[in-house]
């Protein structure tokens, strides 16, 4: 059973655009929600993160808007870049407890 | 800071061998260890969770006694892959925690295992 359902799975945006990556959960006890980023034969390197006791963080580029009601958070990437492309994972976790990735979105930004 | 290295990034072996991948936190003392396995294009797949001088806990439908993990020290884990096969082949990644609760999760670059 997939503990966190991402979408979309592919996701193409024009340069100067915004991307927007969607994930969903069930455990109400998690309590970490970061995003990764991984470039093709690389290993994912934290993008930003979020804890259930507030709804946005934003840095630089990247917001994450979390819906604890909805059980849903999403990562948005504002003026999107070509060097943004590469695959998005959402993740999630119960502090100390095992961590649970989403399906991955392969985001493609063309020019 | 937080960088975790792995070693080899890549590695070519031959069906029936055994082949050593490394993980080592480079900055910081790393209380747990993770090993993940992914293969192309799908997400990564939790395959242990190693303390520091402790056995592994392997997740479920994960062979122990295929996928050795020896965390020997603070700063170093390591995954051996006995008997290798073909269907071994994979993306192995690496992570690490700093502490027990409340600490993010730092990944290493990856190793790539081809078994011929």
């Known amino acids: 059973q997939q503990q966190v359902k991402q979408s979309p799975q592919s996701l193409i945006v024009q340069k100067g655009g915004i991307s927007i990556i969607n994930c969903a959960y069930e455990?109400?006890?998690?309590?970490?929600f970061p995003w990764y980023q991984q470039f093709p034969g690389k290993g994912p390197a934290l993008l930003i993160a979020i804890r259930p006791d507030v709804s946005e963080k934003k840095e630089g580029r990247f917001t994450i808007s979390f819906n604890k009601s909805a059980k849903q958070f999403s990562l948005h990437i504002m003026d999107s870049q070509p060097g943004d492309s590469a695959t998005y994972f959402c993740?999630?976790?119960?502090?100390?407890?095992?961590?649970?990735f989403g399906t991955g979105t392969s985001l493609t930004v063309i020019p | 800071g937080a960088v975790v290295s792995q070693h080899p990034s890549w590695v070519i072996c031959k069906s029936g061998t055994s082949v050593k991948i490394e993980c080592r936190s480079l900055d910081f003392q790393a209380t747990t260890m993770f090993w993940y396995r992914q293969f192309p294009k799908q997400s990564l797949m939790l395959m242990a969770t190693?303390?520091?001088?402790?056995?592994?806990?392997?997740e479920q439908g994960v062979e122990k006694d295929k996928f050795l993990i020896n965390h020997a020290s603070l700063t170093l884990s390591t995954l051996t892959v006995t008997s290798a096969h073909p269907e071994d082949s994979s993306f192995y990644i690496c992570s690490a925690r700093p502490g027990t609760f409340g600490y993010e999760q730092y990944f290493g670059p990856g190793t790539r295992l081809t078994v011929t």
């Open positions: 455990n109400t006890a998690f309590d970490y």
């Open positions: 993740a999630a976790e119960v502090t100390g407890n095992q961590f649970y």
């Open positions: 190693s303390n520091e001088g402790s056995k592994a806990t392997y």
